[in-house]
């Protein structure tokens, strides 16, 4: 099939000297909260000029997919580009807050630190992943918070098949109390420990040393307890070395976590609010203030410190709850700069001078062209027991298990949930991929056979207009006078259905689909 030659707008970073329609306003950015003071000063004080404010599509789109995981439907960018009201930022913002994709995306972000997933090396085994997924879910669709998360996590008791949040302690490759310990300091404190001296770590791992699994009589449950017998011998410490170096007393009479989860949730702690700021930070701008999220270390310290310090203060004013700090950064000027930069080289990319253009994460990605296309997707799982049944309607963002994929999702970079870094998901693009939408048999009946490009061929009432709904569909956008020219060039004054898939699947390959920018 012969690809269109229609010009495709280039997202990736190019120092900008002028606005680039239709991609930014052509005005100086102005800070719209506490955030955005003190990054603009950081970037004056380094002599470094932030980008132009993003565009209304540009917004729209980068957006709904941050927040939702989605792709805006053409009738949401219709409406969003014509409407004047100068709040409509804001309200696009709260509306996200509340959608069902929202949940579905975030508890797809969380269940990639928790290692939510059946299959080696974490075994939780089906039924105890759909129980940890849906209490991870029902803990972001109530928008617990976030020091509440922590300690109902590090404190759980129960059966892995009836108390979701217990297969925290399952969801590790060894349940030995060290590497408890690494998974613990890896979530919750942004901190690998592979760096930490012994004795720090085994000092962190005796809080977690009298958890006791044991098996029942239903095949794969395993309940979690505090196995007091533990506490009460003769030779059981009294206190333990908590991470910062301050001692604890330990009692007989109380499970040492509730001692730790006391210790990392109360309000100074160096850790807990700056790793969780940072990580939702992380999530919404593709680099952290302190990056990679969970490499926290003295000898990597944050961009910059006051922003971070400004975040948790977000965090902590908000009562840990973590949509109201997604809004903050979210109707912020640093999270609506143009990705076209001003100002270029590693200071101006970890002070955020213009946002990041990243690919859009694989679930994402699938979803986006399947919804354009209005095709589904074919999941499978290495677990033949019991059946892991999933409908192909299923959006890949609302998968409950790791194991659960297909090769669309290998080859774009799904993590594996092995060990909860967020290294492991690769956004990197590779000559694969771009086989894969280029030539393969799987992208190109989803555009000549999706009933939704079916039905846009139909309502197309000539070329212009086809081209403008193509524009909007998958773009969020209207085309711009050269787009035009060159996409009529092409097809002539009546478009038929084999120039409209050129054109689509010209554009599915442009890293304006593929991106966030």
Not at 22 to 40: G, N, W
Request: hydrophobic share 45%; net charge positive.
């Amino acid at each position: 099939m012969a690809q269109a030659g229609v010009t495709v707008q280039d997202p990736r970073p190019k120092a900008s000297t002028e606005a680039a329609a239709p991609f930014e306003q052509a005005r100086e950015p102005v800070p719209l909260c506490k955030l955005d003071q003190i990054l603009f000063a950081e970037l004056k004080r380094k002599g470094l000029k932030p980008a132009r404010p993003c565009s209304d599509a540009v917004f729209l789109r980068r957006a709904i997919l941050d927040a939702a995981g989605t792709l805006p439907t053409a009738a949401e960018a219709r409406s969003f580009l014509a409407d004047k009201a100068p709040d409509k930022r804001a309200r696009l913002v709260d509306g996200l807050l509340a959608r069902e994709e929202f949940v579905d995306f975030w508890t797809l972000r969380w269940c990639d630190a928790l290692r939510v997933k059946a299959e080696f090396p974490i075994n939780l085994w089906p039924n105890a992943v759909q129980a940890y997924h849906r209490w991870v879910r029902e803990a972001v669709r109530a928008d617990m918070p976030y020091d509440r998360m922590a300690r109902a996590l590090l404190t759980a008791s129960g059966s892995n098949f009836r108390n979701g949040s217990v297969n925290f302690f399952r969801a590790v490759q060894s349940k030995d109390p060290a590497s408890i310990a690494r998974a613990v300091a890896l979530t919750f404190m942004g901190c690998r420990t592979d760096r930490w001296p012994r004795a720090r770590l085994d000092g962190m791992a005796l809080f977690f040393s009298q958890i006791a699994f044991k098996h029942t009589l239903e095949w794969k449950e395993e309940v979690i307890v505090w196995d007091q017998a533990k506490a009460l011998v003769p030779k059981a410490p009294r206190s333990a070395v908590l991470p910062d170096g301050s001692r604890v007393a330990l009692s007989a009479e109380r499970d040492p976590r509730f001692a730790f989860a006391d210790w990392l949730t109360k309000p100074g702690n160096p850790w807990f609010a700056a790793a969780a700021a940072n990580r939702v930070w992380f999530w919404l701008m593709g680099r952290g203030i302190i990056h990679e999220p969970d490499d926290m270390r003295p000898d990597n310290p944050p961009s910059c410190p006051a922003l971070l310090a400004q975040l948790q203060r977000e965090l902590a004013s908000g009562k840990y709850g973590l949509r109201s700090l997604i809004r903050t950064i979210m109707n912020s000027a640093a999270y609506q700069l143009s990705s076209i930069p001003r100002s270029t080289g590693p200071a101006a990319e970890a002070l955020f001078a213009a946002y990041p253009v990243r690919r859009l994460e694989a679930e994402a990605l699938v979803d986006a062209i399947n919804q354009v296309t209005g095709t589904t997707e074919t999941y499978s799982s290495p677990i033949p027991e019991p059946f892991t049944f999933i409908p192909e309607s299923k959006r890949s963002i609302a998968l409950a298990d790791g194991s659960t994929s297909s090769a669309f999702l290998e080859l774009f970079g799904r993590p594996a949930r092995d060990t909860g870094m967020a290294l492991e998901r690769s956004g990197k693009p590779t000559a694969g991929q771009s086989l894969h939408l280029l030539n393969s048999s799987h992208i190109m009946q989803k555009l000549e056979r999706g009933p939704e490009m079916q039905q846009l061929y139909i309502e197309a009432r000539n070329t212009a207009d086809g081209i403008e709904r193509l524009y909007l569909t998958l773009l969020s956008r209207l085309p711009t006078d050269a787009e035009r020219a060159a996409a009529q060039s092409y097809a002539g004054p009546s478009l038929t259905k084999a120039e409209l898939v050129d054109l689509a699947w010209a554009l599915i390959n442009g890293p304006e689909f593929l991106c966030k920018h």
